[in-house]
């Protein structure tokens, strides 16, 4: 499996509190990738890098923001959780964009109340 | 732009049957194509690719061609297991859109024994 670690793995808070998630990789992949799944909706992208602080939007980055000091390290943070953010969030790396697969970690499963 | 459609479900079917699930998309490029899984509980682990047309990619009893003309990559099992319970996705990475993936909503498979 690809060393890949999410923290927390779950977490219930309130609305209007700021939200920090944390993607740990140890593969020295290039790619990183935050990605919410909803019923209905398969998986979709929030946010992704593709070097140290070099980021970019997905598809569904309103009220998320990233940040990637190191390699290793990918952070999703939600200056002002809203209950429409309660999700599944996953964190996913690859070392090549395009033909390559992305590997996923088990997730984190955030509630916002 | 792309996008990927695949068939609704949940399917449900009894040991030993045949699995088929459909999935077609819509790509500017010449995009891959992959099926990932995920059981409960854990991340999506992928299952089978395929980078070009007319390339089958399998994996575990599982197959899938990558038709062009029809814009299709359904997934196929002769025989499921109770054990092949799970929720798969189709997706496409399109190089001309920097090669992020896509996903279909994915289809939830229950297996009785």
């Known amino acids: 499996d690809a060393g890949i670690t999410q923290s927390p793995r779950h977490k219930v808070t309130e609305t209007g509190t700021p939200v920090t998630l944390r993607c740990h990789q140890t593969?020295?992949?290039?790619?990183m990738y935050w990605y919410r799944q909803d019923p209905g909706h398969g998986l979709r992208l929030i946010h992704y890098?593709?070097?140290?602080?070099?980021?970019d939007k997905g598809e569904v980055s309103d009220g998320y923001s990233v940040s990637r000091s190191k390699t290793e390290d990918f952070l999703l943070t939600l200056e002002s959780a809203t209950s429409s953010q309660t999700s599944v969030y996953f964190c996913?790396?690859?070392?090549?964009?395009?033909?390559?697969?992305?590997?996923f970690g088990d997730g984190t499963r955030l509630s916002i109340l | 732009g792309n996008s990927v459609t695949q068939m609704e479900g949940p399917v449900t079917l009894s040991e030993e049957a045949f699995l088929t699930i459909n999935c077609t998309y819509t790509?500017?490029?010449?995009?891959?194509l992959f099926w990932y899984v995920q059981y409960p509980g854990e991340g999506l682990q992928l299952l089978l690719k395929?980078?070009?047309?007319?390339d089958k990619g399998s994996n575990k009893g599982f197959e899938a061609t990558y038709r062009k003309e029809t814009t299709s990559f359904h997934l196929e099992k002769g025989s499921v297991q109770v054990s092949d319970s799970a929720v798969y996705f189709c997706?496409?990475?399109?190089?001309?859109?920097?090669?992020?993936?896509?996903f279909g909503k994915g289809t939830k498979l229950s297996v009785k024994p």
């Open positions: 997706a496409l990475s399109d190089p001309r859109s920097q090669g992020n993936l896509i």
């Open positions: 395929a980078t070009k047309a007319d």
């Open positions: 790509a500017t490029g010449y995009p891959s």
């Open positions: 593969e020295n992949h290039r790619y």
């Open positions: 996913a790396i690859s070392d090549i964009q395009g033909s390559q697969p992305q590997h």
């Open positions: 890098s593709y070097g140290v602080k070099d980021t």
